[in-house]
């Protein structure tokens, strides 16, 4: 049972370039998110999911996307990367609302 | 802006003594959770309280939620040196498990 597995865990890219982070998790949960965690800010929620199919905006939503097209995959993509957008960023996921989430290891992500 | 806030932002004590952390949060809430990070790794859930409920314990800690004051605490009693890590509240509303966290209380613990 691997739980959450985010890939890559470390990524360096130039302004400008796309890529995707890559989310799996092998618990069939129905939710998953995604967050950035950047000093002094604690974490911020990008996007969530509460099933395959469905996503909605979190509190930083521009500059990424996301889909759900099956139960196990989260990819966020980063359409034309900023410096701005250089944090760490988890990803995690929960099987309903009376447990908490489990996080991945996080990706860490510099934009130069 | 982000729905909870810690307090203090930082604390240090002695191994065995309590440590109380403090998270205030903005709007009404289905549930408020607790979550552990040992610096560079992910979180971990440590409790998670409903709206309905007003004390919860697990372990060594012991977290209350106080819905009039839209607060919580987090005690850790018989503090560890293994404890030292960031805590951070997180609360979700509305349904449909958008949780959002606060800035989180980095606590280190001295043997």
């Known amino acids: 049972n691997a739980g959450v597995t985010q890939t890559p865990k470390f990524q360096v890219l130039k302004t400008g370039q796309s890529m995707t982070l890559q989310c799996a998790q092998d618990?069939?949960?129905?939710?998953m998110s995604w967050y950035r965690q950047d000093p002094g800010m604690g974490l911020r929620l990008i996007h969530y999911?509460?099933?395959?199919?469905?996503?909605d905006q979190g509190e930083v939503p521009n500059g990424y996307n996301v889909s759900r097209s099956t139960t196990e995959d989260f990819p966020l993509r980063l359409l034309s990367a900023a410096p701005s957008q250089t944090s760490v960023y988890f990803c995690?996921?929960?099987?309903?609302?009376?447990?908490?989430?489990?996080f991945g290891s996080g990706t860490r992500l510099t934009v130069v | 802006s982000q729905q909870g806030e810690e307090d203090p932002q930082a604390l240090s004590i002695q191994e065995g003594e309590n440590a109380t952390m403090n998270c205030s949060y903005k709007?009404?809430?289905?549930?408020l959770q607790w979550y552990r990070q040992n610096s560079g790794r992910g979180l971990v859930h440590l409790i998670l309280?409903?709206?309905?409920?007003r004390e919860k314990h697990s372990g060594r800690l012991r977290v209350t939620l106080d819905t009039s004051k839209k607060s919580s605490s987090l005690l850790i009693t018989a503090s560890r040196a293994a404890d030292t890590a960031s805590y951070f509240c997180?609360?979700?509303?509305?349904?449909?498990?958008?949780?959002?966290f606060g800035t989180g209380t980095k606590l280190q613990v001295i043997p």
């Open positions: 618990m069939n949960h129905e939710y």
């Open positions: 309280i409903r709206s309905n409920e």
């Open positions: 999911s509460v099933g395959a199919g469905i996503t």
């Open positions: 995690a996921s929960s099987s309903d609302r009376s447990y908490g989430y489990t």
């Open positions: 709007t009404s809430i289905n549930n």
């Open positions: 997180a609360t979700e509303k509305g349904g449909y498990q958008k949780v959002t």
